[in-house]
């Protein structure tokens, strides 16, 4: 059979998509198109300790992920209020987005990100970096 | 079972594995008898500390009993008292922290104080794990002379007094002068300074309280000063905050452009958060603004500015020698750069004329019981990773654990370390679970007995309806009930 045949338990307007979670573990779910990728992990129930603490309000950075960079160069452009809160995140990349303001599409389908590890998970004695409340 | 990086989970059997029934009552009992090996912890403090804390033990121990103690009736620390009116969204963990509240395994004790109505010695033989998270309840002083002169407030009770904290209800701060100064820079600074100038049609609509909002509305502030020791470098307050506070409608911002002239350079190769945030300042101060933004600062009847590398020396008296008149500031120069920057005073000095004087230069927590180790430079417990040196089985989480700055995020990933911390100790018998423990089955009669009636968290459920019904009648999310005998009667206590 042609290996470009949707995998059968994958209804047809759901696309893939793998969280890599902070302590390696793959959750691999599907969502709807056009939901972004916080509301997948609070629909799908992910056991993602902390995210979406302002419930996609831009009001926090929990929700960030880092995509590759492949992905990232396609996302929708950033605004101003998304970089505002993803300044404030922990352990920033340059493929770096919040969750709650990347929405899937169909094209991502496959896609992978990775739950950006927490400061409690550098614990070698580094010293936290400053955010002033 | 597995320690792997940043997530404990540990299960234990299924208990009929361990207690095989002998057919007679006494193996029904020892089945029972499981309930035993449940851990029984103890939270001091309701804010987001207490609760993230509270909310990974739960999550990560299928048996850990969590109780949160709170000293006052009602829950959640500063999102309810600390975080803007204007700010609802911050506001959103409380629905979070009512789902962990609400679980089988988790019960909240409010209207009790810990180190008063029962030491921490005695919730230790009640419970086998106790976490203090107090947060920071007082606020650096200034240490300079008029300090208590009237018209010159800590930010925090100033904030205090417009989030409804009982203990702040009856401040009467004095809005009767033109001009504000606010000593700070940091988003506390930004928020008193943004609730002093916001349009009140904002303000209204807002869970601000009804007394303040009053206040507020017969201020004649007109113009805030925020003064900070060293430059636009140092800024502490970020880049969100800014944007609001140049947004807001009816104001200008005052920026003296030669404290920007120049700064593009210094800021090539910082961090992106604080190159953007400073490029926003650079932009407000030195470019022509465009048509709408001009027309908006032309009509401006309120306005805002940054005053840098100024110490407060003194506050000033006014003629009758009980009533702030002005700050006198000392001129600085910045030693060294970025964010290790020293401000040195140079000699000059100047004067700032104003009617209030908000300090917003940090909170402070305050020991809470002669038997927790507690560093008073710093400011917080002695600890390494949330365990209390010294005292097994005592753990901190949040500010009274780091020190208080940080937002919502720094405090929940603080937690979760802490958290991880007693999960680690439950797992290798560090905390001994063979040593029974009641919990707080242990302490209701010795507190019934010292006339404390904690409020559970469906008293708490009652209180808050009838504060969003109240809300409801006037517009706003809720109306705050700032008396603290009133909480009580509503519950019936």
């Known amino acids: 059979p042609p290996s470009s045949l949707p995998s059968p338990t994958v209804a047809p307007d759901r696309v893939t998509v793998h969280f890599i979670n902070r302590d390696g573990e793959t959750l691999t779910t599907t969502a709807k198109e056009g939901e972004s990728l916080l509301e997948v992990v609070v629909n799908q129930n992910l056991s993602i300790d902390g995210f979406g603490a302002c419930e996609g309000t831009l009001a926090c950075s929990t929700c960030h992920l880092i995509f590759e960079e492949n992905v990232f160069q396609k996302l929708d452009a950033i605004t101003d209020e998304e970089m505002d809160m993803l300044d404030l995140a922990y352990g920033l990349t340059d493929t770096s987005r919040l969750g709650c303001q990347v929405c899937v599409k169909k094209a991502m389908d496959g896609l992978t990100v990775q739950v950006p590890m927490e400061v409690a998970d550098l614990r070698k004695g580094l010293e936290v970096g400053k955010q002033s409340k | ?493």
């Open chain 2, 1 to 493: 079972m597995g320690l792997s990086c940043g997530c404990v989970c540990w299960k234990w059997g299924s208990p009929l594995r361990r207690w095989r029934p002998d057919g007679g009552l006494a193996g029904f009992s020892k089945l029972l008898s499981t309930a035993a090996l449940a851990p029984q912890i103890c939270i001091v403090g309701s804010g987001p500390a207490g609760f993230y804390t509270a909310q990974h033990l739960l999550k990560h121990h299928q048996l850990a009993q969590v109780d949160i103690y709170e000293k006052l009736p009602v829950p959640f620390g500063l999102v309810r008292f600390g975080v803007a009116p204007d700010h609802p969204e911050v506001k959103n963990v409380i629905n979070t922290f009512t789902q962990t509240a609400r679980s089988d395994r988790c019960s909240f004790y409010g209207n009790v104080t810990i180190g008063k109505d029962v030491m921490v010695e005695e919730l230790e033989q009640a419970y086998h794990a106790v976490v203090l998270s107090y947060g920071a309840e007082d606020n650096r002083i200034l240490g300079i002379p008029g300090e208590n002169l009237s018209g010159v407030y800590s930010a925090r009770a100033f904030v205090g007094w417009y989030n409804g904290l009982p203990e702040n209800r009856d401040l009467k701060p004095d809005l009767s002068s033109e001009t504000a100064v606010v000593l700070g820079q940091g988003n506390v600074a930004l928020d008193v300074a943004r609730i002093l100038l916001s349009p009140l049609d904002t303000l209204r609509k807002t869970d601000i309280t009804e007394g303040s909002l009053a206040a507020i509305a017969c201020s004649r502030v007109k113009r805030v000063w925020l003064v900070g020791r060293r430059g636009p470098l140092q800024v502490a307050f970020t880049i969100k905050e800014l944007r609001e506070m140049i947004n807001l409608p009816g104001t200008r911002p005052l920026l003296d452009s030669a404290d920007f002239t120049g700064l593009g350079d210094a800021i090539k190769d910082v961090p992106r958060p604080r190159k953007r945030l400073t490029e926003l300042m650079v932009k407000s101060a030195l470019e022509t603004p465009g048509e709408r933004e001009a027309g908006r600062w032309a009509s401006a009847t309120k306005e805002w500015g940054l005053k840098f590398r100024r110490s407060p020396l003194e506050v000033l008296p006014a003629a009758d020698g009980k009533q702030a008149r002005g700050v006198r500031l000392a001129v600085t120069r910045l030693e060294g750069s970025g964010e290790s920057a020293r401000a040195v005073p140079t000699g000059e000095m100047e004067e700032l004329e104003c009617g209030l004087v908000l300090s917003s230069i940090g909170y402070r927590s305050l020991p809470l019981d002669p038997s927790v180790p507690f560093d008073p430079k710093l400011g917080i417990i002695p600890n390494s990773l949330g365990r209390v040196q010294g005292v097994p089985g005592l753990y901190c989480s949040g500010w009274v654990k780091r020190g208080p700055t940080g937002v919502i995020i720094t405090t929940m990933n603080d937690s979760f370390d802490t958290a991880q911390s007693v999960l680690e100790d439950l797992q290798s018998g560090v905390l001994n679970l063979s040593d029974t423990k009641e919990g707080f089955k242990s302490l209701r009669s010795v507190l019934h007995s010292r006339g404390v009636h904690p409020v559970t968290f469906s008293d708490w459920e009652k209180i808050d309806a009838a504060e969003v019904a109240r809300g409801k009648l006037a517009g706003k999310p809720r109306e705050k009930i700032v008396d603290l005998q009133e909480m009580l009667q509503l519950i019936g206590h």
